[in-house]
């Protein structure tokens, strides 16, 4: 059971998760997972590691990013050492470790062009009264660079680290975000409600680029289910809201991974139980992307803006493995995976594709012996960087234009 004071503060989906995320450590302490897999590199790869700079004892980890073409920006988190050491030492909750103890909240930098960190931005000092970790970070057309860190705080920052701010109207629980029209930024709400309505849980944000909360579209608990929005996208030709879910019963039982279409408004135009949608997502002229996860196997479908579509099998995946973050770039799309594999889509005319993996050989001397890839994107040399939870870490994939071909469905 949660601690009252979880509860009370971020609401249902926070005790819902921190069953769920015990279940998983459990599950990667004992088994032979996607991690130990052998598997041979597509192309030429290198691991760039940073040094921990933070001003506590906490040891960070690279997150969710973004990049402007040439810096990948990226959270830096302890939720996983935090989590990992926890459960060393057999103690209670350790999803909840990174809160134990205030740190620095930090957004991690990396040169794509000269493949050098740099120093990373702080957004704040260890602060008692927000002791979590950056989570996800946006790259704003604006130039400013925006960030949640799940518990307790969603900010923004210029590039250079000055003029920092908090939005503290923001409430708690914000996960992924997102730059839709206008420039607004949506973010999934994956606990508690905004309200604090006991009839609602997980929800969508909306914010204006100053931080201003413009309205919120929640999700009411239905039959003792809770919802708790995911992943995030937004057409920018109609402006419906797409959002993945993960449900639980009040104890943690999975109930499942509804996919929502939410009008401009917030209604609910469409809900999708199978298949699982593992991903939407969009570029600027409207084509959706959508990976699509049934009986173990990734399909991605490609949506073109008058309504047709392609479908690309991306192959059976271990049970592990989830696709984590979708990222386009011109012609080129990057999907990145948990096992850090990186499917690679080239868009040709006449709405046809091109699908390549790079295959990422296992990565030594990191906690448990297995490492997570989190986000990838692309260097104007069309090289191929993701962020890894392996301590500080940065991995060149390969190049996209050499990566392993794969057959079209």
Not at 24 to 43: E, K
Not at 121 to 150: C, E, F, K, Q
Not at 268 to 278: D, G, K, Q, S, Y
Not at 284 to 303: C, S
């Given at each position: 059971m949660c601690p009252g004071t979880l509860t009370r503060a971020f609401g249902p989906c926070a005790c819902a998760r921190t069953a769920v995320?015990?279940?998983?450590?459990?599950?990667?302490?004992?088994?032979?997972?996607?991690?130990?897999?052998?598997?041979?590199?597509?192309?030429?790869?290198?691991?760039?590691?940073a040094p921990q700079t933070?001003?506590?004892p906490e040891s960070y980890s690279s997150w969710f990013g973004d990049s402007d073409g040439h810096i990948f920006y990226f959270g830096l988190s302890a939720f996983w050492d935090a989590s990992l050491q926890c459960?060393?030492?057999?103690?209670?909750?350790?999803?909840?470790?990174?809160?134990?103890?205030?740190?620095?909240?930090l957004i991690g930098r990396f040169d794509m062009d000269r493949e050098r960190f740099l120093?990373?931005?702080?957004?704040?000092?260890?602060?008692?009264?927000?002791?979590?970790?950056?989570?996800?970070?946006?790259?704003?057309?604006?130039?400013?660079?925006?960030?949640?860190?799940?518990?307790?705080?969603?900010?923004?920052v210029l590039p250079d680290g000055t003029d920092v701010r908090y939005y503290p109207d923001a409430g708690s629980g914000l996960n992924e975000l997102w730059?839709?029209?206008?420039?607004?930024?949506?973010?999934?709400?994956?606990?508690?409600?905004?309200?604090?309505?006991?009839?609602?849980?997980?929800?969508?944000?909306?914010?204006?680029?100053?931080?201003?909360?413009?309205?919120?579209?929640?999700?009411?608990?239905?039959?003792?289910?809770?919802?708790?929005?995911?992943?995030?996208?937004?057409?920018?030709?109609?402006?419906?809201?797409?959002?993945?879910?993960?449900?639980?019963l009040a104890d943690g039982t999975p109930r499942g991974h509804d996919t929502f279409r939410l009008s401009p408004s917030g209604a609910?135009?469409?809900?999708?139980?199978?298949?699982?949608?593992?991903l939407p997502s969009f570029?600027?002229?409207?084509?959706?992307?959508?990976?699509?996860?049934?009986?173990?196997?990734?399909?991605?479908?490609?949506?073109?803006?008058?309504?047709?579509s392609t479908s690309l099998d991306l192959g059976a995946h271990d049970a592990l493995d989830v696709t984590q973050d979708i990222k386009h770039a011109g012609d080129i799309t990057l999907i990145s995976t948990w096992a850090a594999n990186v499917f690679v889509v080239r868009t040709l005319p006449g709405k046809h594709y091109a699908l390549s993996i790079l295959r990422v050989?296992?990565?030594?001397?990191?906690?448990?012996?297995?490492?997570?890839?989190?986000?990838?994107?692309?260097?104007?040399?069309?090289?191929?960087?993701?962020?890894?939870?392996?301590?500080?870490?940065?991995?060149?994939?390969?190049?996209?234009?050499a990566g392993q071909p794969l057959p079209a469905k």
């Open positions: 995320l015990l279940l998983s450590l459990a599950s990667l302490s004992g088994c032979g997972a996607f991690g130990h897999r052998a598997v041979g590199a597509a192309a030429p790869q290198k691991v760039f590691r933070n001003s506590g459960e060393a030492e057999h103690k209670p909750l350790c999803p909840l470790a990174d809160l134990a103890q205030p740190g620095d909240h120093d990373p931005l702080v957004v704040r000092r260890a602060d008692p009264a927000a002791p979590s970790s950056v989570w996800d970070v946006l790259v704003h057309s604006n130039g400013r660079i925006y960030y949640t860190t799940m518990w307790d705080e969603f900010g923004s730059e839709g029209p206008d420039g607004e930024i949506y973010a999934t709400r994956y606990l508690g409600a905004y309200s604090g309505a006991q009839d609602e849980n997980g929800g969508v944000a909306v914010f204006g680029p100053d931080g201003e909360h413009r309205r919120e579209f929640t999700f009411k608990i239905e039959d003792g289910v809770l919802i708790c929005p995911r992943d995030i996208a937004v057409n920018p030709r109609t402006r419906d809201v797409w959002v993945n879910t993960d449900m639980f609910v135009l469409e809900r999708i139980a199978t298949p699982w949608i593992a570029e600027a002229d409207g084509r959706g992307w959508f990976v699509e996860d049934a009986n173990g196997r990734w399909t991605l479908r490609i949506v073109e803006p008058d309504g047709s050989e296992r990565l030594k001397d990191c906690p448990r012996d297995f490492a997570l890839g989190y986000t990838a994107v692309l260097s104007p040399r069309h090289d191929v960087y993701e962020t890894v939870a392996c301590r500080i870490t940065v991995l060149r994939a390969g190049n996209a234009d």
